[in-house]
C-alpha cells in the first residue's frame, strides 16, 4: 500500500479561525475521502474528493463549512472553517485501491477549539 | 443505508486466551469487510479483510469469518498479547464504507 500522510499531526485552534489540513499520498489514487472521528467514537465521512470534480459531501457536512481541494492524483486538502469547540475532533483521510475497495488511513489530524 | 452494529464495546482478556468481537450489518449489498486497528495516537490500520464469496480467512493469529445470511461477520484474535490493545472498527462496505462503533481491546499481561 502506499503511504499517506497528514498535516498538522495535531494543532489547537482558536473559535472562529480556519484550518486547512493537508492529505499526501506517495502514488497516484484516484479516490480520497476525508473523514472526522469524535472522540471516542466512530468514523464518520465527511465527503470523497476526485481528482478534476467537486468534492461529494455526506448529509450533514456542507462545503461552505468543509471546503476540500483535490488538485492531483497525490494531495488533498480539507479545509475546517470558522471553527467552534464542536469541531474539535481526529480529521482522518484515507484512500480506496481503485476496484479492490481497500481504504488505507493517514495517521489523522488531531483538532482542538477553544 | 447501511446499519453496522459492533460487540462488545469494551473487551478484557488475559494475554494468551482468545477474543472475539462480532458485528452485524444490514445491506444485503454490501461485499466488502474489513478490520481495522487503530492505536492511540494514530489512524486505523487495515488487519484483516473478507469478500462476500469467503467464509472464513485467516492470517496468522488473527481470522475473521462472514455469514452473509445472517448478515455478520467476526474477529477472532487468538493468542493474544499486550500490543494487541487497541480499539477495533468492523465495517461494511458495498459502494461507502459503513463503520461500526468500536471494540475497546485490553489485553492483560
Known amino acids: 500500500s502506499a503511504v499517506i500522510s497528514q498535516k498538522p499531526s495535531r494543532d489547537i485552534c482558536q473559535r472562529g479561525t480556519s484550518l486547512t489540513i493537508q492529505c499526501q499520498v506517495d502514488?497516484?489514487?484516484?479516490?480520497m475521502f476525508w473523514y472526522r472521528q469524535q472522540p471516542g467514537q466512530s468514523l464518520t465521512l465527511i465527503a470523497t474528493?476526485?481528482?478534476?470534480?467537486?468534492?461529494?459531501?455526506e448529509s450533514g457536512f456542507v462545503i461552505d463549512k468543509f471546503p476540500i481541494s483535490r488538485p492531483n492524483l497525490t494531495f488533498s486538502t480539507l479545509t475546517v472553517s470558522n471553527m467552534s469547540p464542536e469541531d474539535s475532533s481526529i480529521y482522518l483521510c484515507?484512500?480506496?485501491?481503485?476496484?479492490?475497495?481497500?481504504?488505507?488511513f493517514g495517521p489523522g489530524t488531531r483538532l482542538t477549539v477553544l | 443505508g447501511e446499519n453496522v452494529e459492533q460487540h462488545p464495546s469494551t473487551l478484557s482478556v488475559q494475554e494468551g486466551d482468545s477474543a472475539v468481537i462480532k458485528c452485524t450489518y444490514s445491506?444485503?449489498?454490501?461485499?466488502?469487510f474489513p478490520w481495522y486497528k487503530q492505536e492511540l495516537g494514530k489512524g486505523p490500520q487495515l488487519i484483516i479483510d473478507?469478500?462476500?464469496?469467503?467464509g472464513e480467512k485467516k492470517d496468522q493469529r488473527i481470522a475473521v469469518t462472514l455469514n452473509k445470511t445472517a448478515k455478520h461477520f467476526s474477529l477472532h484474535i487468538t493468542e493474544t498479547q499486550p500490543e494487541d490493545s487497541a480499539v477495533y472498527f468492523c465495517?461494511?462496505?458495498?459502494?461507502?464504507?459503513?463503520f461500526g462503533t468500536g471494540t475497546s481491546l485490553t489485553v492483560i499481561p
Open positions: 484515507s484512500y480506496d485501491r481503485g476496484a479492490l475497495n481497500e481504504q488505507f
Open positions: 502514488s497516484q489514487v484516484t479516490m
Open positions: 474528493a476526485n481528482q478534476g470534480s467537486e468534492a461529494t459531501y
Open positions: 445491506d444485503s449489498a454490501s461485499n466488502y
Open positions: 473478507i469478500r462476500s464469496n469467503v
Open positions: 465495517a461494511a462496505a458495498g459502494n461507502q464504507f459503513y
